[in-house]
């Protein structure tokens, strides 16, 4: 086909993710707590003969941008062939593979969902464009906002994280407005998966068991488990665990509270179970990683 002339919409196909392999980007359990990673196509595609194997990303929205070259991906399942220009949108949760023709030049955009809530969080108004994979042709402007990114993001400004929010939310924008006004919204699981993360992290320091979240999502304990092991390959459990050692990297990394503290504010009653946890899932001490991040 000659370029994107109409955008393509898929569904999730959740029942096959716990077969998909999840990938984590940074080298560690969690995200690295940078606010975002972009990197050229070349980059992750070149060294892997121009091909990526079937996975997902469990917390992790992707927006590719091709520039030129021929692109073969498949997702959720379905294959398709597209040729750039093209703007890719690829929620977290979505198994995708590619093929890439030799020389394909572009940009992969990575976000932590967490980290950008007026993108993704639930009600609104770009979580629903957002929250389902499609192609479309993109705008013009878009190569030079992702250019934009990829300098600011290599850089150590002392508004670096104010310029990478900023050209992030600007291409998050600029992605809704490819998808176009006929967008379909989340689906009902969708929307409750969603709703238990946000109970996740506005309940952390409660340390909240399964059975406080099931009851305020009016979900058994049994449903809430089978949803999120069909959603994310992950127990409900895992997906606590997860996000509350997501944010106690964030807290190591962007605070000055003792370990102790950070502990107790992501539900760690224990500070001796903490640092089990933490080292058991990250590798290594928690004091340990705060001091990998700042030397």
């Known amino acids: ?38 990197e050229a196509i070349v980059d992750r595609a070149q060294g892997h003969d121009w091909r990526i194997d079937t996975h997902h990303h469990l917390q992790l929205h992707q927006i ?33 593979s590619f093929a890439f023709s030799a020389g394909t030049e572009g940009h992969v955009l990575t976000l932590a969902a967490a980290d950008f809530p007026e993108l993704f969080a639930p009600g609104e108004a770009a979580a629903a464009a957002l929250a389902l994979p499609f ?18 993001h290599a850089t150590a400004h002392p508004l670096r994280g104010l310029r990478l929010r900023s050209l992030a939310l600007t291409i998050g924008l ?49 449903h809430l488990r089978r949803l999120c092991l069909a959603l994310t390959g992950q127990s409900a459990h895992a997906l606590i665990e997860t996000t509350r050692l997501r944010e106690a990297c964030r807290l190591l990394a962007y605070t000055r509270m ?19 946890v933490f080292r058991r899932r990250m590798g290594r001490s928690p004091s340990a990683y705060r001091a990998r991040l700042n030397a």
């Not at 992290?201 to 049994?222: M, N, T």
């Open 1 to 38: 086909m000659d370029g994107v002339l109409d955008f393509w919409h898929f569904s999730a196909m959740a029942g096959r993710e716990a077969q998909i392999r999840s990938w984590q980007l940074y080298g560690e359990e969690a995200p690295f707590p940078d606010l975002l990673h972009i």
């Open 64 to 96: 590719f941008l091709f520039i030129s070259g021929d692109i073969a991906p498949t997702v959720a399942g379905s294959r398709w062939q597209v040729t750039a220009p093209c703007l890719l949108n690829l929620p977290r949760r979505t198994p995708h």
């Open 135 to 152: 192609a479309a042709k993109p705008v013009p402007e878009l190569p030079g906002l992702f250019a934009r990114l990829s300098a600011a």
């Open 174 to 222: 600029a992605t809704v407005e490819a998808a176009g006004p006929g967008a379909p919204l989340e689906g009902r699981d969708d929307r409750r998966l969603l709703a238990f993360e946000t109970l996740i992290r506005q309940h952390l320091a409660q340390g909240w068991q399964l059975a406080d979240y099931a009851r305020a999502l009016a979900l058994s304990e049994r």
């Open 258 to 276: 003792q370990v102790q503290q950070v502990g107790f504010a992501t539900g760690f009653d224990d500070p001796a179970y903490f640092a089990r």
